[in-house]
């Protein structure tokens, strides 16, 4: 059974820094790739950043240069650093796993990260 678990959101303010985490099992961690994405009450779900079992990354325009995707594949983790954090980044953080030869995606239960004075 695949689970990904994602810890680290919570509170802060403008300006400030936070670090999601999402630790994988059930899975063989280092073919996948992993991506974080955002759900804003109100707004579709939408992709912040990817990064690819060799290693190549993609971002959100709005997360450029604020934010940065990283693993470590012995820990089958996966990061997101945001620094920088405005209000318009409040959202429910959910980890993604796609097995892309098999076409096979997972989802983690998200976690909330709130941006506020």
């Known amino acids: 059974q695949v689970q990904l678990v994602e810890s680290g959101g919570g509170l802060v303010q403008p300006g400030g820094s936070l670090g999601l985490s999402c630790a994988a099992s059930g899975i063989i961690f280092s073919i996948l790739t992993m991506g974080w994405y955002r759900q804003a009450p109100g707004k579709q779900r939408e992709l912040v950043a990817t990064?690819?079992?060799?290693?190549?990354?993609n971002y959100a325009d709005s997360v450029k240069g604020r934010f940065t995707i990283s693993r470590d594949n012995a820990k089958r983790t996966v990061y997101l650093q945001m620094n920088s954090l405005k209000p318009e980044d409040t959202a429910v953080y959910y980890c993604?796993?796609?097995?892309?030869?098999?076409?096979?995606?997972?989802w983690g239960q998200g976690t909330q990260v709130t941006v506020s004075s």
């Open positions: 990064l690819t079992s060799e290693g190549r990354t």
């Open positions: 993604n796993a796609v097995w892309v030869v098999l076409g096979r995606q997972y």
